[in-house]
């Protein structure tokens, strides 16, 4: 990380959404369905439980790209999202506000991704405004994460943020999740056969679960 450019980490994709409670649960299930989640692992929680904590919460989705939404592969310019992923985070992203934080130059991302800048979406009426968020200091995933938390207005209990992804890189805004003092899960899962992690913050007054 510490040799990575100012400029390679970019926040890419953002929408907004409300939604009832009902719909909201359903959505959680589905997503984590849609990504493939064929396994967790966690014994302190389950999707169950994840799910139950996701009723009246406004969930914000964050997605690592390299190994989340896509797999890794040898040649990094192959590194395609399938059209199946591609729809899912399309769907996700007119339900939840969802952000793509990657270590990939923007430009890059986008041409894997291929969300356009702006987007209407049927059913909520909703607008998908892709925004180039360049913190100050961007060091790394954690600080991208809490600029945007901070920004977008996220540091509430009504928010429950939802992080996806599969490496160290990650760790970064795993632990900022933590520091802000949501009570946290975590699980390990499977995407197609790729390891990944998924970790899921309720934000409580002064509480913090330590998982393993
Ligand atoms: O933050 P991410 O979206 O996970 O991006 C991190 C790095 O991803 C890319 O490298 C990784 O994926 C490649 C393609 O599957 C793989 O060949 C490589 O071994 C992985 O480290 C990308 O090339 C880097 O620039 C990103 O920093």
Redesign the pocket.
């Known amino acids: 990380m510490a040799n990575?450019a100012k400029d390679?980490m970019y926040a890419v994709g953002w929408c907004h959404a409300d939604i009832d409670n009902t719909t909201c649960k359903s959505c959680v299930t589905d997503a984590l369905r849609k990504v493939k989640v064929t396994q967790c692992t966690s014994t302190l929680v389950s999707f169950d439980e994840i799910t139950s904590n996701a009723q009246g919460k406004k969930i914000a989705l964050f997605l690592?790209?390299?190994?989340?939404l896509?797999?890794?592969?040898?040649?990094?310019e192959?590194?395609f999202m399938s059209p199946e992923m591609r729809g899912t985070v399309r769907d996700a992203a007119k339900i939840f506000p969802t952000a793509i934080?990657?270590?990939?130059s923007r430009r890059k991302?986008f041409e894997f991704v291929k969300l356009v800048e702006r987007y209407y979406a049927g059913c909520h009426g909703l607008d998908i405004t892709v925004l180039k968020v360049r913190p100050e200091d961007v060091a790394d995933?954690g600080k991208v994460i809490k600029y945007l938390i901070g920004t977008l207005g996220l540091n509430d209990s009504n928010v429950l943020p939802i992080y996806i992804?599969?490496?160290e890189?990650?760790e970064y805004a795993f632990k900022v999740l933590r520091e802000q003092k949501w009570v946290w899960y975590r699980c390990n899962i499977c995407i197609g056969n790729h390891q990944c992690a998924i970790e899921v913050g309720v934000i409580r007054s002064g509480a913090e679960q330590e998982v393993a």
């Open positions: 990575r390679e690592d790209y390299d190994g989340t896509s797999p890794i592969v040898n040649n990094p192959m590194a934080v990657t270590g990939r991302v995933k992804g599969d490496d890189t990650d």
